[in-house]
């Protein structure tokens, strides 16, 4: 499968994104789908994953600030980003995997083989 994800930008503290990872194929309810952030200087983390079966995993940082969705029709998962921080600024990207992970794997970047570009937010204070 192929992701396309799309919607960063320089917003300021406090404001809203929201960002877009679509699929070349169906993903939901097949593929285990991953947000991933990458901040200058720092290694790639988790920050928000769907399982295939529709569980949802939020790390502590972006609980009750971020939420993910699903767009069955159009083969596309978001990620809505409110109450942004500076500490949010990092390049973000989706990725994909049709193995059935449990929770500890879902942060493992290797389980993931199928990746997006990269979309940069930038978050000034």
């Known amino acids: 499968v192929q992701l396309q994800a799309s919607g960063g930008g320089l917003v300021q503290t406090g404001d809203s994104l929201r960002l877009s990872c679509a699929a070349s194929?169906?993903?939901?309810?097949?593929?285990?789908v991953g947000w991933f952030r990458q901040a200058p200087g720092k290694e790639r983390e988790l920050v928000v994953g769907i399982r295939w079966s529709g569980s949802t995993y939020y790390a502590d940082s972006v609980k009750g600030r971020f939420t993910i969705s699903k767009d069955n029709a159009k083969n596309t998962v978001h990620l809505q980003m409110n109450s942004l921080k500076p500490e949010d600024t990092a390049v973000y990207y989706c990725?994909?995997?049709?193995?059935?992970?449990?929770?500890?794997?879902?942060?493992?970047?290797?389980?993931?083989?199928?990746w997006g570009q990269g979309t940069l937010v930038t978050v000034s204070s």
């Open positions: 194929e169906r993903i939901i309810g097949r593929y285990t």
């Open positions: 990725a994909a995997t049709q193995r059935h992970v449990i929770l500890s794997q879902l942060r493992s970047e290797t389980e993931y083989e199928n």
